[in-house]
């Protein structure tokens, strides 16, 4: 009995830890608070924030990040939840104004309603601006799909994935909440189907 609750524990931990760092994967983690000469690590064209659960938090870390240096670009993307109000890119960019970001620096994608939308919305803004990289900033748990789909439909455009860290929804005790749990699962099955879908 003592070996099998040893041996489940091990196994929640496991499970625990590999969505922990499969779902939001860091590629300027290794990088300091501004850009340097550090292979990654360099400006980019543009900072892509996504709509959706905590959207202040994402925002508020691409401001960060625009604040920081790592580009002279904002790029929003999300339509409205309430179709009566402004769109979710419209109440980022206010947010951004609030915080002292200039408008010409700040470009909007609001038709946006899923994260396949984000994708191909913000490729036709790439191709306007020429931009070739960017840093795409959600929050952890939609990271990783989030990137896939940004990866696939953005053409030639490098993507260089950085989650948020203070997402009300998600921090690295999401699992002591079937909240956490519904979100990673949740992310993992959205994930499966787009592999699956895209190997027919």
Known sequence: MIRWLIGLAVFVLAVVFGLTFYLQPDELSKCGKSPSSATGC????????????DTQA??????????????HL?????A????????????????ALQAGVPETAIQLDEYSTNTKQNAENSKTIFAQLNIKKVILVTSGYHQRRAGLEFDKRAGDVQIINHPDSNDKDWSWFWWITPWGWYLAVSEVV???????????
Do not use: C, H
């Open 42 to 53: 360099q400006v980019v064209d543009a900072i892509v924030a996504v709509s959706g659960g």
């Open 58 to 71: 994402r925002t508020n870390e691409a401001v960060k990040l625009y604040k920081d240096g790592w580009s």
């Open 74 to 78: 904002l790029i929003f993307s999300g």
């Open 80 to 95: 409205a939840q309430d179709k009566t109000g402004p769109s979710n890119a419209s109440a980022m960019k206010t947010i």
């Open 190 to 200: 959205k994930i499966i189907i787009f592999y699956a879908i895209g190997m027919f």
